[in-house]
């Protein structure tokens, strides 16, 4: 565990950080590529990221924001501008959003710009999960199994093995990517598989993690989960559809 890497000018930086800001610079990477490849201009790709970024960063925060203040009764501001506290999944959707808004300022189809974030959504998202792995964010729950590990200096801090769920994850997610690359000119909405695998990976995951149940014995993520692979079918089968009749 190396939850910190050095402090400069009193500003601690974090390998949480660090890995936030690789997933975003790989992502913008691999969206370029497939801009590329979709006959746009590759370096938009990194002016849509922006939007991306912007959007994640605040969803994520605002998410993780509300659902503590209304579980535990904590301020919301001070929980906002806490360092600590991303969830991932409100940094999906606001990103989504503002990623969509900024397709629109510039004229990009929304729909083919979401499928060229699709592996790069994947790919990032599992760099995320190594800095999570890193700071000893989001592990499981306490286990006997032999690769259990312990995170002392991790948030919050346990000295009992725990299940690495955040390397289950990324497990899930590289694989993920890779079925998506073989997938990316076979599909007729790339994101929605990415949205629908997501959802699936969360779902089993969840079952080793601490999050508490909260109806029909499934946890909040399990729920989004759930969400999620409804959106990504619904989207995906709307789109073949749509392909269907205009080859027809």
């Not at 974090?14 to 691999?30: E, H, R």
């Not at 990517?177 to 779902?203: Q, T, V």
């Not at 909260?214 to 749509?242: D, R």
Request: hydrophobic letters at 50%.
């Amino acid at each position: 565990m190396y939850p910190e890497l050095f402090t400069i000018f009193g500003y601690t930086i974090s390998t949480f950080g660090l890995m936030l800001a690789i997933a975003f610079l790989v992502g913008s990477w691999i969206a370029g590529v497939r801009m590329e490849e979709e006959g746009l201009d590759r370096e938009q790709a990194s002016t849509l990221l922006i939007y991306v970024i912007i959007g994640g960063i605040l969803g994520s925060k605002l998410y993780f924001a509300v659902d503590v203040s209304i579980r535990d009764g904590r301020p919301f501001w001070e929980l906002f501008f806490a360092r600590d506290g991303i969830t991932w999944y409100g940094g999906l959707i606001l990103g989504t959003v503002v990623g969509a808004i900024g397709c629109r300022v510039h004229g990009i189809s929304v729909k083919v710009f979401a499928d060229c974030a699709a592996i790069a959504a994947a790919v990032g998202q599992s760099i995320g999960r190594i800095g999570c792995f890193l700071v000893g964010d989001d592990y499981g729950r306490v286990t006997d199994v032999p690769w259990g590990i312990r995170f002392p200096e991790g948030a919050p801090p346990t000295d009992e093995p725990v299940h690495p769920t955040q390397l289950y994850e990324v497990a899930w997610l590289l694989p993920v990517a890779a079925f998506l690359w073989w997938r990316r000119k076979k599909s007729p909405f790339l994101f929605g598989e990415y949205l629908a695998l997501n959802g699936l990976g969360r779902i089993v995951i969840e079952n080793w993690r601490v999050n508490p149940v909260v109806a029909l014995g499934m946890t909040e993520p399990q729920w989004i989960g759930v969400g999620l692979i409804v959106l990504g079918l619904g989207g995906w089968f709307y789109f073949s559809g749509k392909e269907q009749t205009s080859t027809s």
